[in-house]
């Protein structure tokens, strides 16, 4: 069975402490692995797509990486804007479908 | 932002009345998605289209249909709504590749069925 865990579920740090968040996943086959950040009362805001094992990517503060089992999203120096719950996702390779995770929520205090 | 609307964007109803929630998009893409999300089960596919009049059943369609007879419009029917059909409703697109694609989401509708 396709299955998409997010851990932990909620972070909370200080300013300027850096973490990662991870996303395992066990799927048939990967097409794409995706990150999201979600604002309360809004629509997942897209971040990173993920293609292969190795790939990496980043924007400003975050940084995605993957492996063949698991995705890192590492924040590095977060401020309090970057608060936010940061979805998981992954696309399989039979049919269309997206599976995501429950998600992180990050805190992070001034 | 990817140019996708959703109304209504908050509904009370009662059980038993039929509701249709209506997304729309302005970037002419090929897919087009209706997800529920609700604490501790994270986003959930209910039906996706793939073209018009073109669409699938996800993991969570018991209850729920669905029409798209414009590229721009996918609509969402609860035929008789139940209080367990209270979440928030969020619709995606996505161009769709041939190796991977990317799907943008609206703003979501939160519906409470009393």
């Known amino acids: 069975e396709d299955q998409v865990t997010q851990s932990p579920e909620a972070l909370r740090l200080q300013e300027g402490e850096s973490s990662s968040l991870n996303c395992s996943y066990t799927v048939s086959g990967l097409r794409g692995l995706f990150w999201y950040r979600q604002d309360p009362g809004k629509g997942p805001e897209f971040l990173f797509t993920?293609?292969?094992a190795g790939e990496e990517k980043e924007k400003e503060r975050l940084k995605a990486t993957l492996t063949k089992k698991e995705s890192f999203l590492h924040i590095t120096a977060p401020k309090p804007e970057d608060s936010a719950t940061y979805l998981c996702?992954?696309?399989?390779?039979?049919?269309?479908?997206?599976?995501f995770g429950t998600g992180t929520s990050l805190t992070v205090i001034p | 932002d990817a140019g996708i609307t959703q109304s209504p964007r908050h509904k009370v109803t009662e059980t038993g009345t039929p509701v249709t929630l209506r997304c729309h998009q302005t970037?002419?893409?090929?897919?087009m998605y209706w997800y529920r999300q609700d604490p501790g089960h994270g986003l959930r596919l209910i039906h996706y289209s793939y073209g018009v009049k073109d669409t699938d059943k996800g993991e969570v369609s018991d209850g729920y249909s669905v029409s798209r007879s414009k590229t721009e419009d996918f609509l969402l029917t609860l035929e008789s709504a139940t209080s367990s059909q209270t979440s928030v409703y969020f619709c995606a697109i996505s161009a769709g590749g041939v190796s991977t694609d990317t799907q943008y989401f609206g703003p979501g509708t939160r519906l409470t069925v009393l």
């Open positions: 970037e002419n893409h090929r897919y």
């Open positions: 996702a992954v696309q399989v390779s039979t049919g269309n479908q997206f599976y």
């Open positions: 993920l293609y292969s």
